[in-house]
């Protein structure tokens, strides 16, 4: 069995423990990797690569019309070697917005089996740059579910890409046992909490990037805290946090 289809398999699995909390993952299916390499064959001639028939799309528990995709990229037919993945990726993304086969405010999670260079890093912050500045307001939809179910989210938590090597997902990263818990705080009520608790600005927290591993995985974006949990044998368990930054 191709190692590409059973790798694509396990992110599944993996993708279903991480999203969760936050996301309805009833549409991930569990297949064995002989379905999932005849789903894999489906996608030949895509313009986003053989996968595309592996790609996935959640919608969120609380704002039903705000949806994450999953996006593999650029993977090769079964017996090719990978291309190299070059910016013409972002513009690949920014078109699905800009021809409405993502709505406005959908978040993208893009999944490649290729190295993540600091070129690929730079173009991918670039590309958030620009569709944050392309987001002028949240459709109305989005503002009335959010009152709804008083689950509140800015501006900034909305139409993100995060870009993941397949090989980090092939496992739980956020289940290993020297990994402590990771918490999002996106709430800025909650944020201001810890702030005041803390006596400190936001600017004085100790930082975490958005392309670290785990805030991408929990999906941080900036100006989000992001509370780690410690355990000590002599302390129990404490708390410290760190701001996002990009």
Not at 88 to 111: G, R
Request: glycine content about 2%; charged content about 25%.
């Amino acid at each position: 069995m191709n190692d590409i289809i059973n790798k694509i398999n396990k992110t599944r699995y993996t993708l279903k423990e991480i999203l969760e909390n936050e996301w309805d993952v009833s549409s991930i299916s569990d297949f064995s990797d002989q379905e999932m390499e005849i789903l894999y064959n489906q996608g030949k001639g895509s313009p986003l690569g053989s996968a595309s028939e592996c790609n996935l799309s959640l919608k969120h528990k609380f704002i039903p019309s705000y949806k994450l995709h999953i996006i593999y990229y650029n993977f090769p037919e079964i017996g090719n070697k990978s291309s190299k993945i070059t910016k013409s990726c972002f513009e690949k993304i920014n078109n699905l917005y800009s021809t409405d086969q993502f709505s406005n405010e959908d978040s993208v999670f893009v999944i490649i089996n290729d190295i993540i260079s600091e070129s690929l890093e730079s173009n991918l912050k670039n590309l958030n740059i620009t569709l944050q500045n392309d987001l002028i307001e949240l459709s109305e939809s989005i503002i009335h579910e959010m009152e709804e179910n008083n689950y509140h989210l800015e501006k900034r938590h909305f139409r993100n890409v995060y870009l993941f090597n397949i090989n980090s997902l092939t496992n739980n990263l956020l289940k290993h046992n020297l990994v402590p818990e990771h918490i999002p705080i996106r709430n800025r009520k909650e944020i201001n909490e810890i702030l005041n608790k803390c006596n400190c600005s936001l600017n004085q927290l100790p930082i975490i990037l958005k392309k670290d591993a785990v805030a991408k995985l929990i999906r941080l974006t900036e100006g989000d805290i992001c509370e780690i949990r410690r355990k000590s044998k002599k302390c129990g368990e404490y708390s410290f946090y760190r701001v996002c930054k990009p």
